[in-house]
C-alpha cells in the first residue's frame, strides 16, 4: 500500500434510474438519473436500483459507479450561461456528487471507503452524445473532453450501502501522480506520445478497455475518431 495525502468528502446525492426512449429515432438511455434519498444497496454491478441500456459502454464490473463532482456544478453555470441554470447535481446522470474531490485529486486505482462498500477507481468518463441530447447543449459532450470534468468511475470491491451524507474515504494510492484528470486527458485526446501510451497500457488496476485503447495508441501513431461519440447517431 502506498502512502498518500488523506483525502475525503460527502456525499450530497444518490440517483438511479431506469432504461427509457427519449429520443425518437436514437438508442435508448437511462441517463435521466432520479434522486434516491434513502440509504441504497451497492453490489458489483452497481446500485441495486440502477440501470444502464447499454453495457458495452456503461455499467459492469469496471463502470459498476458513476462519481461527478458537484464542485464543477457552478462552474457550468457561470460558462454556460441561461442554458445551464438548471445543472444541478444529478443533471449529468452520474449515480453519485460529493463537495470535496475532483479529477485532480484522485488517482487510476485508487481504493475508497464508499458509505460501507469499497470501491476502486477504474477509468474516467469517455463523453458521449447523450450529454448533449439530455442537457439540451449541442456540444456538452465536447465541453465535457476540453475540459476534462467528466467524472470518473469505479469497480466495487467489497459491497455495502452508501446514503446521502457518508464520506468517501481515500485507504489506498497505488498510482500516485496518475491522476484522474491526467490519464482521462490521455484517453481523450485525439493522439498521443507512443511512449506515454505504452505506459499508461500498462498502469495497474486501470480498465481493461482503457489499457486496450492505449496499447492500440503505442502500436501506431493516427488520430482517433470521435465524431460519432461526441456527436451521435442518425435517425435510424
Request: neutral net charge; glycine residues 12%.
Amino acid at each position: 500500500m502506498n502512502s498518500s495525502p488523506r483525502i475525503s468528502a460527502r456525499v450530497v446525492g444518490l440517483y438511479i434510474g431506469q432504461v427509457s426512449q427519449p429520443w425518437p429515432d436514437k438508442p435508448a438511455s437511462a441517463i435521466a438519473k432520479q434522486p434516491a434519498d434513502s440509504p441504497q444497496k451497492l453490489g458489483w454491478k452497481g446500485f441495486e436500483k440502477d440501470a444502464q441500456a447499454d453495457l458495452k459502454v456503461h455499467g459492469g464490473r469496471e463502470k459498476a459507479v458513476h462519481h461527478y463532482a458537484a464542485d464543477h456544478y457552478a462552474s457550468w453555470r457561470s460558462e454556460l450561461g441561461p442554458v445551464a441554470e438548471d445543472f444541478e447535481p444529478g443533471r449529468f446522470g452520474e449515480n453519485i456528487a460529493t463537495i470535496g474531490i475532483t479529477e485532480a485529486d484522485l488517482c487510476i486505482g485508487d481504493v475508497l471507503r464508499l458509505g460501507t462498500a469499497v470501491v476502486e477507481v477504474s477509468q474516467g468518463r469517455q463523453p458521449c452524445w447523450k450529454l448533449n441530447a439530455h442537457t439540451g447543449v449541442g456540444k456538452m459532450a465536447a465541453l465535457f473532453q476540453e475540459t476534462g470534468r467528466t467524472g470518473w468511475y469505479y469497480r466495487v470491491l467489497e459491497p455495502g450501502t452508501v446514503g446521502i451524507g457518508d464520506t468517501i474515504e481515500r485507504m489506498e494510492c497505488p498510482n500516485p501522480g496518475w491522476t484522474v484528470e491526467r490519464v482521462t486527458g490521455a484517453r481523450l485526446g485525439a493522439t498521443l506520445d507512443r511512449d506515454a501510451a505504452s505506459a499508461l497500457a500498462r498502469l495497474p488496476r486501470l480498465s481493461p478497455g482503457w489499457a486496450e485503447a492505449f496499447a492500440r495508441k503505442a502500436s501506431r501513431q493516427e488520430r482517433e475518431d470521435t465524431s460519432a461519440r461526441l456527436e451521435g447517431p442518425g435517425p435510424t
